[in-house]
């Protein structure tokens, strides 16, 4: 069965930078998209951006430009997010999450999250 | 900014249908998603391209979505059902997220 398998809890100081991992199993990696999404406590869910396992390709929100880097090692079937300049509205669980939809030529209004890793809390406080 | 507005909370009886709503400039013609989440868990995908149930999600979850509005309906609400929904579309490549809502079944 599917399974996104997350690093652990990450307690980082404002400025710093934080890099949670993602591996995936039970299905080919390369077939399907991977999204990054976090909720900070109390809040709504908020899309971070994608990555395409198979070409590395990536996509970001509007709002991290310029902080968050996505990769991937397809010989280990895992994505990475990397966050930097860490600042309070940070602290949130982040969660990887596996695209429903078969296939990454393109993507857009018909993907949707499928499976969803099991969370990563990230906490800046100085 | 494309916007999706849910209503904070909606409760129902056990038994009962619950219908939360999602509203957003030509909804309609986007699809929406729905996703449930019970405190300390990941969400889980209850309906996704409008009215599709994935595999594992009971009958009683559907959906719609016309208009402004998509609608996700609970036939029969259970105590189990008792969560946060999330509904979901994307928007000039980019994915969006409602704020919420808290099905109380009392």
């Known amino acids: 069965q599917v399974q996104l398998v997350q690093s652990g809890a990450e307690v980082k100081k404002p400025g710093a930078s934080v890099k949670v991992s993602c591996k995936a199993s039970?299905?080919?990696?390369?077939?399907?998209?991977i999204h990054w999404v976090r909720q900070a406590p109390g809040q709504r869910l908020e899309w971070m951006g994608i990555?395409?396992?198979?070409?590395?390709?990536?996509t970001y929100a509007q709002k991290l430009q310029g902080r968050v880097t996505m990769t991937r090692d397809t010989s280990a079937s895992t994505v990475y997010v990397e966050l930097s300049s860490l600042r309070s509205e940070d602290s949130a669980v982040y969660y990887c999450?596996?695209?429903?939809?078969?296939?990454?030529?393109?993507?857009?209004?018909?993907?949707?999250?499928?499976?969803w890793g099991q969370g990563t809390l990230v906490t800046v406080s100085s | 900014s494309y916007e999706l507005t849910q209503p904070p909370s909606v409760s129902v009886s056990p038994g009962q249908t619950a219908s939360i709503t999602c509203s957003g400039d030509?909804?309609?013609?986007?699809?929406a998603c729905w996703y449930q989440q019970k405190p300390g868990q990941s969400p889980v995908v209850v309906i996704y391209?409008?009215?599709k149930r994935p595999a594992g999600i009971p009958e009683r979850f559907s959906g719609s979505n016309s208009g402004n509005t998509a609608t996700l309906t609970i036939s029969g609400t259970q105590a189990m059902d008792e969560a946060d929904y999330y509904c979901?579309?994307?928007?000039?490549?980019?994915?969006?997220f409602g704020g919420g809502t808290k099905l109380t079944v009392l």
């Open positions: 999450a596996k695209d429903g939809v078969l296939g990454v030529n393109d993507y857009g209004d018909q993907n949707y999250f499928a499976a």
């Open positions: 039970g299905y080919t990696f390369s077939n399907y998209y």
């Open positions: 990555i395409n396992p198979s070409g590395g390709s990536t």
């Open positions: 030509t909804l309609g013609s986007k699809y």
């Open positions: 391209q409008d009215t």
């Open positions: 979901q579309a994307w928007d000039s490549s980019t994915v969006v």
